[in-house]
Each structure stands twice: as structure tokens, then as C-alpha cells.
């Protein structure tokens, strides 16, 4: 089994910066994509962030610029810095992890439990 701990959310003013975290473990044999996605209130989840196992990097066209996504692959550690959060930007925010398990190299796919983002003065 594949568990996802997230960490680092919180309330912040407009133009702060905040550091998401999600570590991953239990059975994994290899990691593929690591990505994080939020939800708003009322809206559909969306995908802000996404990075595969090659080190390339997708954002979203609204936090282009102002997040930065990276992974620490011996750590199974996928992070997000977000600078000049707005507060557009308060939502739920969860990671997602797609790899293999090792013995039968079966695919998985986890979500983490969320962390709430909140920028409001």
C-alpha cells in the first residue's frame, strides 16, 4: 500500500509565499508523475502542477511565474513553493503520485489527504 502525507499549508496574506510538502511510501518500486492539484469552493478540482519522472515541468497558465514544483526522487518528496499567493488561490490542495509497485510492477495512483491554502488579509 502507497500513502501520501501532506504538510505545509496554512493561512497566509495576499503577496506571501507558502511551502507545500508531500512525502510518499509504503510499496513503491519506481515513481512516475508527481502532481498537485486543487479545489476550490464550488469549483472542480484542477491541476496547478505536474512533474513527471524526467524533471520536466507543466503549470498552470494562472500560477505560472509564481509556483515552482520540484521532487527530491531518493526522498519520494514532492514539493511546492508558491510566492505572491492571491487569494484566487485559497482551495484544498492535494498531491497526486502514479508509479509501480515492486514484485508484480503493478501501476498505482494515490491521493493525499489535502492541505488547506488560504490567503485572505
Known amino acids: 500500500q502507497v500513502q501520501l502525507v501532506e504538510s505545509g499549508g496554512g493561512l497566509v496574506q495576499p503577496g506571501g509565499s507558502l511551502r507545500l510538502s508531500c512525502a510518499a511510501s509504503?510499496?513503491?518500486?519506481?515513481?512516475?508523475?508527481m502532481a498537485w492539484y486543487r479545489q476550490a469552493p464550488g469549483k472542480e478540482r484542477e491541476l496547478v502542477a505536474s512533474?513527471?519522472?524526467?524533471?520536466?515541468?507543466n503549470y498552470a497558465d494562472s500560477v505560472k511565474g509564481r509556483f515552482t514544483i520540484s521532487r527530491d526522487s531518493a526522498k519520494k518528496t514532492l514539493y511546492m513553493q508558491m510566492n505572491s499567493l492571491k487569494p484566487e488561490d485559497t482551495a484544498v490542495y492535494y498531491c497526486?503520485?502514479?508509479?509501480?509497485?515492486?514484485?508484480?510492477?503493478?501501476?498505482?495512483?494515490?491521493w493525499g489527504q489535502g492541505t488547506l491554502v488560504t490567503v485572505s488579509s
Open positions: 512533474i513527471p519522472n524526467d524533471g520536466s515541468t
Open positions: 509504503g510499496s513503491i518500486a519506481s515513481i512516475n508523475t
Open positions: 497526486n503520485v502514479d508509479g509501480r509497485r515492486p514484485g508484480t510492477y503493478s501501476s498505482f495512483e494515490v
